[in-house]
């Protein structure tokens, strides 16, 4: 199995083309932000372009497999008419869960770039490596934590502003409440 | 992490019934043989009747997350509006991989059945058991072996036929080569 590689182990020169790609990943999560949806963004980058984007669209379009890196694979497979992603690399904001990490190595992706972990389901460096398995028949490059700290920060604000508002919300049922009292 | 459970140890009742719905499963997966893809249908039962259908769709339609799986939890997603499937099976003739042993549990499905292992690429029993990991956030019940002998006939009379076109277009270009000659 090929080692996982962090993102300061790489040349100066690597990072900050990790980090160009991983801003345009951050551009698809706010765009999942912006309808309410955890924010999470993925592009798909081939030859020096992007051929593939997509956000996470579970709870607005009601679909369990509406995941960032399923949508921008997809858009892939469409745009180059083809189900192989030979050379292509999947830039993320948030760590790989099963089903995406299955998806990148049925794809036949090169390069898994992630920017922060998820300790309760990450599939590609936290509580397993699917993507570097070698009983597979395809095992694919996994980089860690180009951009972690923005990304993670992004998901925090997210989270905080969603408590606050539930939090209102319930205060003001509770409001309404005392009223038909 | 709950045990996997084989067919044979549930009641005559139970398999019968498990049976019943296995048959549609191939239905499905005789669907993406006559497309001349690899024969492997899935689908998605709740509260007694079907809620999604999928077949193997990888070459037709150029998408790597085309498994039968993946459209038939999409089109029960699209049935009940709801990205949960709580209370749901997933019949398929085939054990899932590891992207949609993920997209099962995503879904919250109750019960995986599947008929006939995958000894490569298996992830509900062979390989590993992503359906039952205990870290992840839900578990969904395994049953395997309904109707396995027919379905990986299905399977192996496929690629035997496979086999025999390729032979045969090799032999038929070889003979185009010979009167070039």
Redesign the interface.
Same mark, same amino acid.
């Given at each position: 199995m090929p080692e996982l590689i962090h993102v300061m182990n790489l040349s100066n020169e690597e990072r900050e083309d990790h980090e160009y790609w991983m801003k345009e990943a951050m551009k698809e999560a706010l765009k999942a932000q912006e309808k309410d949806e955890v924010p999470i963004g993925a592009v798909i980058v081939y030859q020096g372009r992007i051929i593939g984007r997509g956000h996470n669209i579970?709870?607005t379009q009601?679909? +369990?497999?509406?995941h960032a890196e $399923?949508q921008a $694979?997809?858009a892939a /497979?469409?745009y %180059?008419? +083809?189900?192989?992603?030979e050379g292509a690399r999947l830039y993320v904001t948030l760590e790989p *869960?099963?089903? *995406? +990490?299955?998806?990148a190595? %049925?794809?036949?992706i090169e390069t898994i770039i992630y920017a922060c972990r998820d300790p309760?389901?990450g *599939?590609t460096g936290s %509580?397993m490596n %699917?993507a570097q398995?070698d009983?597979? /028949?395809h095992q694919t490059q996994v980089i860690e934590g180009v951009l972690d700290a923005a990304c993670s920060q992004m998901m925090k604000d997210f989270f905080k502003k969603l408590r606050k508002r539930k939090k209102l919300e319930k205060l003001s049922t509770k409001t309404v409440d005392n009223a038909d009292l």
């Open positions: 579970r709870e009601n679909l +369990a497999t509406g $399923i $694979i997809e /497979n469409h %180059l008419g +083809a189900w192989r992603l *869960c099963p089903m *995406c +990490a299955g998806a190595v %049925l794809a036949r309760k389901g *599939c %509580l %699917l398995e009983r597979f /028949n």
